[in-house]
């Protein structure tokens, strides 16, 4: 598309990534309020009805260059239904030369059957939910894996798959920096190609919340907690990993571009329950609860629960806070021939403060976060996008 | 003949005029309505409970604002009476309308409580009474309480008030014994007005409320002469000219009558449509009288408190001074002028009689408009003579001149008196010299309760002594106070500076010698209502350019979300913005929100640190 191509065609091409929800765990642990339901494979057929209806209202086969497969836990699905899935799926889409295709698995899902399927479909990057390697804490997450689980899930993922990355969670109570180093060095020796750290985020909805209310643990204080993500992002990036999004980390070129798609306000199709999708500059989430979503395909009728789209002024402030969420930050030129606004025009006066306060820093075009910006990013998001 | 005639031809020997002076709860409402039953005035069925508490402020603090007039019928050995009875306000801050009131009257009823004795307010208004000659009706209420002492509470009377016991009567206004003898001595005791129906017209304005329909109703008493409809009138003080439209009374619902005459009680409307052109204490004269005297005992209405009221977001500036217009035109002692705040933009300073009237005009505009309101701490009005000899009036902390301009700062005295049981007066006496007040006198009611009298800067009353007294009373304690004067004090005014930013909001005027604990005190509570922001802020006490006290509310530390894919956009997107909107009910000093509540944080006297 050329450069001058009016702005909302510039700024809405055809998607070129997907997504693909899976909502079957086997349990839900204490933490989580993810579309999901636990116990219940016996729905997984007519999901798999229910997304190929979706899918199917799609038309003409799609060439995309990125597709991510998530949950729930995909890898909880047997092996027979993850062919089924990938053919569902496959007929969909085509994955163009240099595609990325990711899929999220449990540690104690990952057995050779399952393996040589993603492997058979074409599956290039995989996401472990490893959390942790202390027992203790893999007991308080309600994981129902072990540290030497994750070791041999890793090492047969790796006979297929190059591109593991690792998950992990901190700021549980039994993170001291010693436990957390422990857990960040036996990530590294495994020296996987990605990984994501993700400060454990306590939701109203989850077991966890009312079980913090009611004192039965508690969360590190804020202080604490900054001091285990500094400590995550040194160690990892002494090790060579670049901190390329607030929580994600990669060797040099694998970060994930699926994701990056979103951050940096991409187009994206998705489907399943409680999928969002951005499609024609037009936000859309599939109902989350699973059941309804699928009485609503198998009807006949639109799975979709809410639906915007922006004012582009809007979109423009949304699009300048998620990509400030990428440590390289937002080019100031290219944002306005994307958006059509000048930074300066929707958040001239907050960033100007910001920067000011040393909490976004500008050079050579670039406006990044700084590291002190990154920790209290959210109240700066606030002050952008309220106007 | 009419009713409306023969109501006219009443003379003054068969009119009593009184009131009833009793502390909030103690029952003059429940009394009033017995009253109005038994002379056959309302029936039991037309009774709305409490009918003269009328308005539903009033109903829900069980206390009396506005005084109201009802004039009934009674018989007695055969010969027909008119008693009229002046409703008085019961606090404090409407002491003026009470001196009002009882002007009107030649008795007062002294109503006490049979279990709870003797309170401050009763006292006050009780001396108030006998100060304005009136004949006193002792009489203890509740007597069919179970817990009921009156025997102790008629000794009380004696020793406070200086009643004969033997003259204390005894009623239930629940069951209504001893309701008949009430009404006996009404007519037996309290003496009739004089006055002199055929002399040139006087007549009191002692109230007014505002109807929609038919302008101001002036409440007036008549003490000489004889006012009739269609008569051409003038408002001495008002300097206005008026024709009477309707006259009558109030039974309890208005009733017109053809003229009214001295020593009755009644309404006048004539067409007025601003009820501050209703003066309370003026005295209306028949137009054509050029020689016409007024009543002695007018005062403007005294503004003791005043604060600044904001509306919380900007944009609601006009809409505010619609509503304050409205509640103006009900209430003439509230006053209110537009001010500005560098802090709090464009706002309104707004003048009460005193707290309990700002709170209720506050509670009003929150009921009846939409406006989110910011209030400034409340202050009282001090006097400063600058060193070129020039007097000024001191309504908000800002109009105080340069330290060096000032020759003599001088604040607000009253007198107070705060009645106890005797086991309380220690705490109480502490609670006293805490707030710089000389203690006037000791005296002894009964056996069991004390009566302290204090003279406390009006400033140290209005912020807390209240709640205070009912804290360290345990409920038991009762005060009432009277303003003595304006004497000379070491003030100064303690400015809050937020990130080296003066926040002229929160600037107070306290004595030099509490500067120190008030300033700790509020720069604490500030530290603690402002939450943590993305810099580290600063809030510092200073009197001129000498900090006194710091606090430091840290830098925010962590706040970011962790997981952020596709699914999250729009609903963190929502999220955020709807944090920043939730905080556009603060007010932003310089990039620090500051909430609302914060503005009322000046009012921590620091008493609970020593």
Same mark, same amino acid.
């Given at each position: 598309?050329?450069?001058?191509?009016?702005?909302?065609?510039?700024?809405?091409?055809?998607?070129?990534?997907?997504?693909?929800?899976?909502?079957?765990?086997?349990?839900?642990?204490?933490?989580?309020?993810?579309?999901?339901?636990?116990? @219940?494979?016996?729905? /997984?057929?007519?999901?798999?009805?229910?997304?190929?209806?979706?899918?199917?209202?799609?038309?003409?086969?799609?060439? +995309?260059?990125?597709?991510?497969?998530?949950?729930?836990?995909?890898?909880?699905?047997?092996?027979?239904?993850?062919?089924?899935?990938?053919?569902? &799926?496959?007929?969909?889409?085509?994955?163009?030369?240099?595609?990325?295709?990711?899929?999220? !698995?449990?540690?104690?899902?990952?057995?050779?059957?399952?393996?040589?399927?993603?492997?058979?479909? %074409?599956?290039?990057?995989?996401?472990?939910?490893?959390?942790?390697?202390?027992?203790?804490?893999?007991?308080?997450?309600?994981?129902?894996?072990?540290?030497?689980?994750?070791?041999?899930?890793?090492?047969?993922?790796?006979?297929?798959?190059?591109?593991?990355?690792?998950?992990?969670?901190?700021?549980?109570?039994?993170?001291?920096?010693?436990?957390?180093?422990?857990?960040?060095?036996?990530?590294?020796?495994?020296?996987?190609?990605? +990984?994501?750290?993700?400060?454990?985020?306590?939701?109203?909805?989850?077991?966890?919340?009312?079980?913090?209310?009611?004192?039965?643990?508690?969360?590190?204080?804020?202080?604490?907690?900054?001091?285990?993500?500094?400590?995550?992002?040194?160690?990892?990036?002494? !090790?060579?990993?670049?901190?390329?999004?607030?929580?994600?980390?990669?060797?040099?070129?694998?970060?994930?571009?699926?994701?990056?798609?979103?951050?940096?306000?991409?187009?994206?199709?998705?489907?399943?329950? %409680?999928?969002?999708?951005?499609?024609?500059?037009?936000?859309?989430?599939?109902?989350?609860?699973?059941?309804?979503?699928?009485?609503?395909?198998?009807?006949?009728?639109?799975?979709?629960?809410?639906?915007?789209?922006?004012?582009?002024?809007?979109?423009?402030?949304?699009?300048?806070?998620?990509?400030?969420?990428?440590?390289?930050?937002?080019?100031?030129?290219?944002?306005?021939?994307?958006?059509?606004?000048?930074?300066?025009?929707?958040?001239?006066?907050?960033?100007?403060?910001?920067?000011?306060?040393?909490?976004?820093?500008?050079?050579?075009?670039?406006?990044?976060?700084?590291?002190?910006?990154?920790?209290?990013?959210?109240?700066?998001?606030?002050?952008?996008?309220?106007? | 003949?009419?009713?409306? !005639?023969?109501?006219?031809? /009443?003379? #003054?020997?068969?009119?009593?005029?009184?009131?009833?002076?009793?502390?909030?709860?103690?029952?003059?409402?429940?009394?009033?309505? @017995?009253?109005?039953?038994?002379?056959?005035?309302?029936?039991?069925?037309?009774?709305?409970?409490?009918?003269?508490?009328?308005?539903?402020?009033?109903?829900?603090?069980?206390?009396?604002?506005?005084?109201?007039?009802?004039?009934?019928?009674?018989?007695?050995? %055969?010969?027909?009476?008119?008693?009229?009875?002046?409703?008085?306000?019961?606090?404090?801050?409407?002491?003026?309308?009470?001196?009002?009131?009882?002007?009107? #009257?030649?008795?007062?009823?002294?109503?006490?409580?049979?279990?709870?004795?003797?309170?401050?307010?009763?006292?006050?208004?009780?001396?108030?009474?006998?100060?304005?000659?009136?004949?006193?009706?002792?009489? +203890?209420?509740?007597?069919?309480?179970?817990?009921?002492?009156?025997?102790?509470?008629?000794?009380?009377?004696?020793?406070?008030?200086?009643?004969?016991?033997?003259?204390?009567?005894?009623?239930?206004?629940?069951?209504?014994?001893?309701?008949?003898?009430?009404?006996?001595?009404?007519?037996?005791?309290?003496?009739?007005?004089?006055?002199?129906?055929?002399?040139?017209?006087?007549?009191?304005?002692?109230?007014?409320?505002?109807?929609?329909?038919?302008?101001?109703?002036?409440? &007036?008493?008549?003490?000489?002469?004889?006012?009739?409809?269609?008569?051409?009138?003038?408002?001495?003080?008002?300097?206005?000219?008026?024709?009477?439209?309707?006259?009558?009374?109030?039974?309890?619902?208005?009733?017109?009558?053809?003229?009214?005459?001295?020593?009755? &009680?009644?309404?006048?409307?004539?067409?007025?449509?601003?009820?501050?052109?209703?003066?309370?204490?003026?005295?209306?004269?028949?137009?054509?009288?050029?020689?016409?005297?007024?009543?002695?005992?007018?005062?403007?209405?005294?503004?003791?408190?005043?604060?600044?009221?904001?509306?919380?977001?900007?944009?609601?500036?006009?809409?505010?001074?619609?509503?304050?217009?409205?509640?103006?035109?009900?209430?003439?002692?509230?006053?209110?002028?537009?001010?500005?705040?560098?802090?709090?933009?464009?706002?309104?300073?707004?003048?009460?009689?005193?707290?309990?009237?700002?709170?209720?005009?506050?509670? =009003?505009?929150?009921?009846?408009?939409?406006?989110?309101?910011?209030?400034?701490?409340?202050?009282?009005?001090?006097?400063?003579?600058?060193?070129?000899?020039?007097?000024?009036?001191?309504?908000?902390?800002?109009?105080?001149?340069?330290?060096?301009?000032?020759?003599?700062?001088?604040?607000?005295?009253? =007198?107070?008196?705060?009645?106890?049981?005797?086991?309380?007066?220690?705490?109480?006496?502490?609670?006293?010299?805490?707030?710089?007040?000389?203690?006037?006198?000791?005296?002894?009611?009964?056996?069991?309760?004390?009566?302290?009298?204090?003279?406390?800067?009006?400033?140290?009353?209005?912020?807390?002594?209240?709640?205070?007294?009912?804290?360290?009373? @345990?409920?038991?304690?009762?005060?009432?106070?009277?303003?003595?004067?304006?004497?000379?004090?070491?003030?100064?005014?303690?400015? +809050?500076?937020?990130?080296?930013?003066?926040?002229?909001?929160?600037?107070?005027?306290?004595?030099?010698?509490?500067?120190?604990?008030?300033?700790?005190? &509020?720069?604490?509570?500030?530290?603690?209502?402002?939450? @943590?922001?993305?810099?580290?802020?600063?809030?510092?006490?200073?009197?001129?350019?000498?900090?006194?006290?710091?606090?430091?509310?840290?830098?925010?530390?962590?706040?970011?979300?962790?997981?952020?894919?596709?699914?999250? /956009?729009?609903?963190?997107?929502?999220?955020? !913005?709807?944090?920043?909107?939730?905080?556009?009910? *603060?007010?932003?000093?310089?990039?620090?929100? /500051?909430?609302?509540?914060?503005? *009322?944080?000046?009012?921590?006297?620091?008493?609970?640190?020593?």
């Amino acid at each position: 598309m050329s450069d001058t191509a009016p702005i909302q065609t510039r700024q809405f091409p055809p998607p070129r990534a997907a997504y693909i929800h899976v909502p079957f765990c086997r349990r839900r642990c204490g933490y989580c309020t993810f579309t999901l339901l636990a116990n @219940r494979d016996d729905l /997984i057929d007519r999901y798999l009805l229910a997304l190929e209806r979706e899918l199917s209202l799609l038309g003409a086969r799609q060439e +995309i260059d990125t597709l991510f497969f998530g949950g729930g836990t995909p890898s909880h699905l047997p092996a027979e239904q993850l062919e089924r899935l990938f053919e569902i &799926v496959w007929k969909q889409f085509q994955l163009a030369d240099g595609y990325e295709c990711s899929l999220e !698995a449990n540690p104690a899902d990952i057995n050779a059957a399952r393996m040589a399927v993603l492997r058979q479909y %074409g599956v290039n990057r995989l996401s472990l939910g490893v959390q942790s390697f202390n027992a203790e804490k893999l007991r308080f997450l309600e994981r129902d894996h072990t540290a030497g689980e994750i070791y041999q899930a890793f090492e047969l993922a790796r006979e297929s798959i190059e591109n593991v990355s690792l998950d992990l969670i901190f700021a549980t109570p039994q993170d001291t920096p010693a436990a957390w180093r422990a857990d960040l060095q036996q990530a590294l020796s495994l020296s996987p190609a990605h +990984i994501s750290v993700y400060g454990l985020t306590i939701e109203r909805g989850s077991t966890f919340w009312s079980r913090r209310e009611k004192g039965v643990f508690a969360s590190p204080e804020e202080d604490a907690e900054r001091r285990l993500f500094e400590q995550a992002i040194d160690t990892l990036t002494q !090790a060579g990993f670049e901190h390329y999004e607030v929580s994600n980390f990669a060797q040099p070129g694998a970060r994930c571009r699926h994701n990056e798609t979103y951050w940096r306000g991409g187009s994206y199709f998705a489907a399943g329950p %409680g999928a969002a999708r951005y499609v024609a500059g037009r936000r859309e989430t599939n109902h989350r609860s699973t059941t309804t979503y699928l009485q609503r395909v198998l009807a006949g009728e639109s799975p979709v629960a809410e639906s915007e789209r922006l004012a582009p002024p809007d979109l423009a402030r949304e699009r300048l806070v998620f990509a400030l969420r990428m440590m390289e930050g937002v080019d100031i030129t290219a944002f306005q021939n994307q958006t059509g606004f000048s930074i300066e025009e929707i958040a001239g006066r907050a960033v100007a403060q910001f920067v000011e306060w040393g909490l976004l820093s500008r050079t050579a075009g670039q406006l990044r976060l700084t590291r002190e910006g990154l920790m209290v990013s959210d109240s700066m998001w606030e002050r952008i996008l309220a106007v | 003949m009419t009713q409306i !005639a023969r109501a006219a031809q /009443i003379d #003054c020997q068969h009119i009593r005029n009184f009131c009833i002076v009793a502390h909030i709860d103690h029952g003059k409402s429940t009394l009033a309505d @017995r009253l109005l039953e038994f002379t056959g005035t309302v029936t039991r069925r037309e009774m709305k409970e409490q009918l003269l508490d009328d308005m539903d402020i009033e109903r829900e603090r069980g206390i009396t604002i506005k005084a109201r007039a009802v004039a009934m019928r009674f018989t007695f050995e %055969g010969e027909t009476y008119e008693l009229n009875l002046i409703d008085t306000p019961g606090h404090v801050d409407f002491q003026y309308e009470v001196s009002r009131a009882l002007a009107c #009257c030649e008795g007062a009823m002294l109503l006490v409580d049979a279990f709870q004795g003797v309170e401050a307010q009763t006292v006050a208004n009780g001396y108030a009474a006998m100060d304005n000659n009136l004949a006193i009706l002792p009489v +203890i209420n509740k007597i069919d309480l179970k817990h009921q002492r009156a025997d102790e509470v008629a000794e009380e009377m004696e020793h406070s008030l200086g009643v004969d016991q033997d003259d204390v009567l005894r009623v239930s206004a629940k069951t209504g014994a001893g309701v008949q003898e009430l009404a006996e001595a009404i007519v037996r005791r309290v003496p009739p007005p004089k006055g002199d129906p055929e002399a040139p017209l006087q007549a009191m304005v002692f109230d007014s409320h505002y109807d929609e329909f038919r302008g101001a109703i002036t409440y &007036v008493r008549m003490m000489n002469g004889t006012v009739r409809k269609g008569q051409k009138i003038r408002f001495l003080r008002a300097g206005m000219t008026r024709e009477v439209i309707e006259l009558g009374q109030f039974t309890p619902q208005r009733t017109a009558r053809r003229q009214l005459q001295a020593g009755q &009680v009644g309404y006048l409307i004539c067409n007025i449509k601003a009820l501050d052109d209703v003066n309370i204490g003026d005295t209306i004269v028949d137009a054509a009288d050029e020689n016409a005297v007024a009543l002695q005992g007018y005062e403007e209405p005294k503004r003791m408190v005043y604060c600044g009221l904001y509306p919380s977001d900007g944009q609601d500036f006009s809409e505010l001074r619609d509503a304050l217009d409205k509640l103006a035109i009900n209430d003439p002692s509230f006053e209110f002028e537009p001010e500005s705040s560098e802090a709090l933009g464009f706002g309104f300073r707004c003048g009460f009689l005193g707290l309990l009237h700002m709170e209720i005009v506050q509670q =009003r505009l929150e009921q009846e408009s939409d406006v989110d309101l910011v209030q400034t701490a409340p202050n009282v009005t001090y006097e400063v003579t600058k060193k070129n000899g020039e007097i000024i009036s001191v309504h908000r902390p800002q109009e105080v001149p340069d330290l060096g301009d000032i020759e003599e700062f001088r604040q607000p005295i009253v =007198r107070v008196n705060l009645l106890q049981p005797v086991e309380f007066v220690g705490p109480v006496m502490k609670l006293c010299q805490e707030r710089r007040g000389v203690q006037h006198g000791t005296e002894y009611i009964s056996t069991t309760r004390v009566m302290l009298t204090y003279d406390l800067p009006l400033a140290e009353v209005i912020y807390d002594l209240h709640d205070k007294l009912k804290s360290a009373t @345990r409920g038991y304690g009762t005060m009432d106070y009277e303003l003595l004067g304006y004497f000379p004090a070491d003030l100064v005014r303690l400015d +809050i500076l937020v990130n080296g930013k003066r926040v002229d909001a929160l600037s107070v005027i306290c004595n030099r010698g509490d500067a120190d604990r008030r300033g700790r005190a &509020v720069v604490k509570k500030l530290r603690s209502e402002i939450s @943590r922001h993305m810099f580290e802020i600063a809030v510092q006490a200073a009197i001129g350019s000498r900090v006194i006290a710091r606090e430091t509310v840290k830098a925010m530390r962590k706040n970011v979300t962790a997981k952020c894919y596709g699914g999250d /956009i729009s609903r963190k997107r929502k999220l955020w !913005a709807k944090q920043k909107e939730g905080k556009k009910r *603060m007010k932003s000093i310089g990039s620090v929100d /500051i909430p609302q509540k914060a503005f *009322m944080a000046v009012l921590d006297t620091g008493a609970n640190e020593k």
